[in-house]
């Protein structure tokens, strides 16, 4: 990480960000504080630098969390806190890039259901990386923080209820019970989340439905 230099908005290598992104890391959280001290630890194998000049790290978040649960199991943290701070640093770069005026719901919906029970840690980790940057301020990262909560009011999308029952999408695929109908359930939430049909609007999820006749006939 020392002298693996950065571009854009970075002003530090990337092992001063780290130590200056631990500093601002805004919490004493020993999950959240891991992630920022291992979110950009898949930086140094990724990084190249373009004919322009630019430092990239191609897809520098999926492989700094395969590193993480390396680097923590050698560790013995417990399997809990080894895919909790994992999950943190393959998404940390989402809530970065959120853009209030480029992100529909749907887009929203689907990072708060990736981030399940860590969505407010991984806020932390993004406010965190973008302070120890030259980026002007975490003003995109509080209104997000704020859209998640709206959109999830009452677990609306992080505990979404399924908006056909087994009896309908038994009848609808004229089948009898099975692992299927779970997994119709699976995409009908998911096309739901990203807005193909409103929250409890069945009749709207079953025409979505009888519209996928594969989803039905499948295994």
């Known amino acids: 990480m020392i002298g693996v230099e950065q571009s854009g908005w970075h002003c530090y290598d990337v092992y001063d960000h780290t130590l200056h992104a631990l500093d601002r890391t805004p919490t004493d959280d020993l999950i959240t504080r891991l ?50 701070v994992a999950t943190l640093v393959r998404l940390h770069l989402r809530p970065i890039q959120y853009r209030h005026d480029t992100h529909g719901d749907a887009a929203v919906r689907r990072l708060v259901r990736a981030a399940g029970p860590l969505r407010a840690k991984l806020l932390d980790v993004a406010r965190a990386d973008t302070l120890a940057s030259s980026y002007p301020g975490i003003e995109e990262i509080d209104e997000l923080a704020e859209r998640m909560e709206r959109l999830d009011r009452g677990g609306a999308v992080s505990r979404p209820t399924p908006p056909l029952d087994g009896a309908t999408i038994m009848r609808l695929g004229r089948r009898g019970p099975g692992p299927w109908v779970g997994r119709v359930q699976e995409a009908l939430k998911e096309a739901m989340l990203d807005g193909e049909f409103p929250p409890g609007d069945a009749a709207a999820a079953e025409a979505w439905l009888r519209a996928r006749p594969e989803l039905l006939a499948g295994p």
């Open 35 to 84: 992630a920022v001290l291992l979110h950009d630890v898949g930086k140094p194998p990724t990084h190249a630098v373009a004919e322009d000049g630019r430092h990239t790290f191609h897809d520098h978040p999926h492989v700094g969390a395969e590193m993480a649960e390396e680097i923590l199991g050698r560790l013995r943290f417990s399997g809990d806190q080894v895919r909790d």
